[in-house]
Nanobody, 115 residues
Framework: QVQLVESGGGLVQAGGSLRLSCAAS????????MAWYRQGPGSQRELVAV???????NYSDSVKGRFTISGDTAKNTVYLQIHSLKPEDASVYYC?????????WGQGTQVTVSS
């Protein structure tokens, strides 16, 4: 069982930056991949970024060049650095982790963007 706790959300002006954190209850080096998803009001949850155990990353086209996912194995934490925030980035951001025993989710952190 892996518990995930997101933090770092808040109210930011359009064009601003934010860093989201996802703290895992166990070593992220034993996790196959971790990802950030987001879900806006009335929308489906969408994959934003993923980082795998080999360090490879992928991003959705809508955030490529503005979002960066990274991991700190010493802190068992994965980050999502967000730059050049747009109003359409406003969502609840969720962290997810996959290992051979299951798929795990955090409770989410709200990002609100003011124009």
């Amino acid at each position: 069982q892996v518990q995930l706790v997101e933090s770092g959300g808040g109210l930011v002006q359009a064009g601003g930056s934010l860093r989201l954190s996802c703290a895992a209850s166990s070593s992220i080096s034993s996790i196959d991949s971790m990802a950030w998803y987001r879900q806006g009001p009335g929308s489906q949850r969408e994959l934003v970024a993923v980082i795998r155990s080999d360090g490879s990353t992928n991003y959705s086209d809508s955030v490529k060049g503005r979002f960066t996912i990274s991991g700190d194995t010493a802190k068992n934490t994965v980050y999502l650095q967000i730059h050049s925030l747009k109003p359409e980035d406003a969502s609840v951001y969720y962290c997810s982790a996959d290992n051979p025993w299951g798929n795990y989710w955090g409770q989410g952190t709200q990002v609100t963007v003011s124009s």
